[in-house]
């Protein structure tokens, strides 16, 4: 099995490249973003809970994220692989994530980390917001906290699969394919 993890700051284009990943390889694409964003959809108590702190621009706790992930890697057996996008967001859900993988007896190949410079990241929400819908993209003082959360919480991460030398970055700034076709490069470099 096939585990990846794509990495970035909020607007580095992990959601764009994840879909153009799933058609080449026909891995499952597990956003915890994407998983939160439904349970606010259909109401439930963790949405509601969930909710306040994304519009807020807070990471939600860890074992939230982490049971949403228990249960999509329980209730996909027979993946050939799973992209992970905005997940772990933090030094503990990437241990607990070791551990879920490796009672499927699987493991994280590789993370791929889109690098993109601040500026460009906030013009790239600011714009995303004109149309997403999204509370959390429209003004850059929720912009400044999301990037202030993954500056302190997330960035370490990267450190985490580092010390693992599992980490390849990428420079997230150029055309959405070429992008995506350094990306592939780096998947097909990891064999099987
Ligand atoms: P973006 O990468 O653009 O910030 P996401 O959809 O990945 O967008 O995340 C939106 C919000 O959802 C985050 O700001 C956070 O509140 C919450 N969230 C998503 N994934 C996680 C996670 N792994 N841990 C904690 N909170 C998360």
Redesign the pocket.
């Known amino acids: 099995m096939q585990n990846i993890v794509l990495f970035g700051p ?2 580095a284009g ?1 959601g764009t490249q994840s879909q153009k990943l799933i058609e080449q390889y026909g891995y499952i694409h597990l ?4 998983l ?1 964003r439904s349970q606010i959809a259909l109401g439930t108590q963790l949405g509601q809970k969930a909710k306040e ?2 519009d807020a ?4 706790p ?1 074992e939230v ?1 982490i049971g949403m992930i228990a249960s999509e890697l329980t209730a996909n057996p027979g993946a050939k692989g799973f992209i992970f ?6 030094v503990p ?1 990437a241990t607990a994530l070791d551990a879920l993988l490796a009672d499927h007896s699987t493991s994280v190949k590789g993370m791929i980390a889109l690098e993109v410079a601040h500026d460009v990241l906030v013009a790239r ?1 600011l714009n995303r917001g004109l149309t997403s819908g999204r509370p ?1 993209d429209v003004n850059e003082v929720l912009i400044a906290k ?1 990037v202030d ?1 993954y500056n302190s919480k997330t960035k370490p991460v990267a450190d985490y699969y580092k010390a693992q030398h599992k980490y390849t970055g990428i420079f997230g700034e150029g055309e959405v394919d070429d992008i995506f076709q350094q990306i592939c490069r780096v998947i097909d470099g990891f064999g099987r």
């Open positions: 909020p607007g992990k956003s915890t973003g994407d939160l702190l994304m621009g807070i990471l939600v860890d994220v996008d905005g997940f772990p967001r933090t859900q929400l959390d999301r959360e």
